[in-house]
């Protein structure tokens, strides 16, 4: 399986920059995720490296070898860089039957029928579609089609897969389900997974790291929990995470070494650095995610119940202070009356401090009310 490396790879027609001045490297063996809204310039990304779409400059290689060059005029077509490809559309043939359709791409490389034979028999039972073998792909469910597009996919042993939102198609249960197929799979095979996504659970649970993306421009790019504890940016800390983490304007003054004193939500607290930080304003942001604020009778803050979400295991409340909605999520099935006062705190290790002009993380710790 190669390493796969993009160096200042920029796509653009006209006046419009899709991908801005990329760099990126896709280790051996990964699960990577490029994550974003549409528009982002995630499926472009990976188009590029498949040799789908072609850059406007940089360089793509895949270990050492340059797939990709605009100063050295090199573009190797896609059939020769080793990819499998699978969509959003399965693409499946009709008229053939699940071993047909997995064996084509084979009997179009010439492989010979006893090595067809064996690889075949190989996916249908790494895929768990051996029962389905001679059925058509009318003849079978959303999640089955897509395991037998995947058999297909990975039929050739292409050196790495590119996935284009392949579970869009499917109902929540059933991308459930294949989230945890793909995640088996990945462990199993060893190879190189490039997964497109609009979906940010997709990404937190399928990734060995999430590569952020907004306007063409690669916000953060690190393993998912990284992503989710330690956001680079307020774009990543919004776009990350459901529900979305709280951000408060706040106004800091640092006082020590690792602390600062922070004015938010019309009181005053302490602010605990985990490291030693450089505060560039006292105009911040604080990040606060909704598990960190537990709702509690000695809460040292108060607000209003503006909405109650009870969803069995877990409840989120959105709580009013003022002009500002926050969200807390609770353990458990509680609700609240519309305006009902309520008291809460600010808990936990995992609390952000922004530079509001940058947007940029300036240090994590803990929050106290003196």
């Known amino acids: 399986m190669p390493r796969i490396l993009l160096k200042n790879v920029t796509k653009q027609w006209g006046k419009f920059i899709g991908v801005n001045d990329l760099n990126l490297e896709i280790e051996d063996g990964s699960f990577i995720t490029l994550l974003g809204s549409s528009g982002c310039g995630k499926t472009t990304t990976l188009r590029m490296i498949a040799g789908l779409e072609t850059p406007t400059k940089g360089e793509i290689l895949f270990d050492d070898k340059v797939m990709f060059s605009s100063e050295k005029n090199i573009n190797i077509p896609p059939a020769k860089r080793e990819v499998g490809f699978l969509f959003q559309n399965y693409a499946l043939w009709p008229h053939m039957t699940v071993t047909q359709n997995i064996s084509f791409g084979l009997e179009t490389l010439k492989w010979k029928k006893a090595d067809i034979n064996e690889r075949v028999a190989e996916m249908l039972k790494i895929m768990r579609i051996e029962q389905f073998a001679e059925r058509y792909p ?3 469910s959303g999640g089955q089609q897509q395991r037998v597009a995947i058999a297909r996919t990975l039929a050739p042993k292409p050196r790495v897969l590119f996935m284009d ?26 190879s190189t997974f490039v997964y497109v996504t609009h979906d940010q659970l997709e990404a937190m649970t399928l990734s060995t790291k999430i590569c952020l993306m907004n306007e063409g421009a690669l916000q953060q790019y690190a393993p998912p929990l990284e992503v989710y504890n330690r956001p680079a940016n307020l774009f990543v800390a919004d776009f990350v995470g459901n529900p979305s983490m709280n951000i408060v304007d706040a106004r800091a003054k640092k006082t020590a070494a690792k602390t600062a004193e922070v004015d938010f939500l019309g009181k005053k607290a302490l602010f605990r650095a985990n490291e030693d930080f450089e505060l560039k304003s006292d105009t911040v942001c604080l990040g606060v995610r909704p598990e960190f604020i537990p709702i509690s009778e000695n809460g040292d803050l108060e607000g209003v119940a503006y909405s109650t979400l009870p969803a069995g295991m877990e409840t989120t409340v959105k709580i009013q202070v003022g002009e500002t909605i926050l969200s ?18 600010i808990a936990g290790s995992g609390i952000l401090l922004f530079d509001k002009a940058s947007g940029k993380l300036t240090a994590s710790g803990s929050v106290s009310f003196e």
């Open 138 to 140: 009318a003849e079978l």
């Open 165 to 190: 939102e392949p579970l869009s198609n499917l109902d929540a249960k059933l991308r459930g389900e294949m989230r945890t197929e793909l995640k088996r799979l990945h462990k199993s095979t060893g």
């Open 328 to 345: 807390s999520v609770v353990f458990g099935a509680i609700d609240y009356e519309t305006d009902a006062k309520i008291r809460f705190g």
